[in-house]
């Protein structure tokens, strides 16, 4: 089955720097790949997502890029705020298994002021 | 349009005793997955459902654990006999469409906790 790996678990930046999350799959199968932000008692929320036809998509700071061939993908996010502070989820979900989601472990990013 | 709906947020069980958690999806949604994450972990797929059929119940532990999704009413993950190993945020999601890569939308989750 699908294997999603998340690098790194923490990451720690200053305000206005940027953030890179990097995540690899090994299913080719593989088709869709959304990021969750996760704050502390709350549920993940969608911040943006992939699907394996475009190689990459913007919105606002916040970037994803994909790369098929060696089966990563990677979330970007510039001038970083201290609200972006929060545990960023990748996943991965195959066209055939319906909407099932396989995640990654999870970067735990703090925007230090 | 409200999101995903869960209830209880919180749920205190004694061991031995069965926890319900309830999830109502988006308007509109016709696909629910449950999701459970232990403390500082992942979220572990457990089972995905459309109105009174399991499509993929591959995540779910093979006994005590069950889950439906009625005609009517909220999905329903039922756990019975719980164990302190059981203690863990539960989450429910929703998406629509015909299955594939929809966008799925999470609810804030039940938190369980068996004493």
């Known amino acids: 089955g699908e294997n999603v790996e998340q690098h790194p678990s923490t990451l720690s930046v200053q305000e206005g720097d940027s953030a890179v999350i990097k995540c690899t799959y090994s299913?080719?199968?593989?088709?869709?790949f959304p990021w969750y932000k996760q704050e502390l008692g709350k549920g993940p929320q969608l911040i943006i997502d992939?699907?394996?036809?475009?190689g990459e998509k913007k919105d606002q700071r916040i970037a994803v890029t994909l790369n098929k061939t060696a089966k990563h993908f990677s979330l970007h996010i510039t001038e970083t705020q201290p609200e972006d502070s929060a545990v960023y989820f990748c996943?991965?979900?195959?066209?055939?298994?319906?909407?099932?989601?396989?995640f990654g472990q999870g970067t735990e990013l703090s925007v230090k002021p | 349009n409200a999101g995903v709906m869960q209830n209880p947020r919180h749920l205190v069980r004694r061991r031995g005793q069965e926890a319900r958690l309830r999830c109502s999806p988006m308007?509109?949604?016709?696909?629910v997955y449950w999701y459970r994450q232990l403390p500082e972990e992942g979220l572990k797929f457990m089972v995905y459902?459309?109105?009174?059929?399991?499509?993929?119940e591959s995540g779910m532990p093979k006994e005590r654990f069950s889950a439906e999704f009625p005609k009517e009413g909220p999905s329903i993950l039922r756990i019975q006999q719980v164990v302190r190993g059981d203690s863990a945020a539960y989450f429910c999601?929703?998406?629509?469409?015909?299955?594939?890569?929809?966008?799925?939308?999470f609810g804030q989750g039940t938190r369980l906790t068996v004493v």
């Open positions: 999601a929703s998406s629509q469409g015909q299955g594939g890569a929809a966008e799925a939308f």
């Open positions: 299913d080719s199968a593989s088709n869709y």
């Open positions: 992939i699907r394996s036809n475009v």
């Open positions: 996943a991965a979900s195959m066209k055939n298994q319906g909407g099932k989601l396989i």
């Open positions: 308007k509109g949604h016709s696909h």
């Open positions: 459902l459309q109105k009174e059929n399991i499509i993929d």
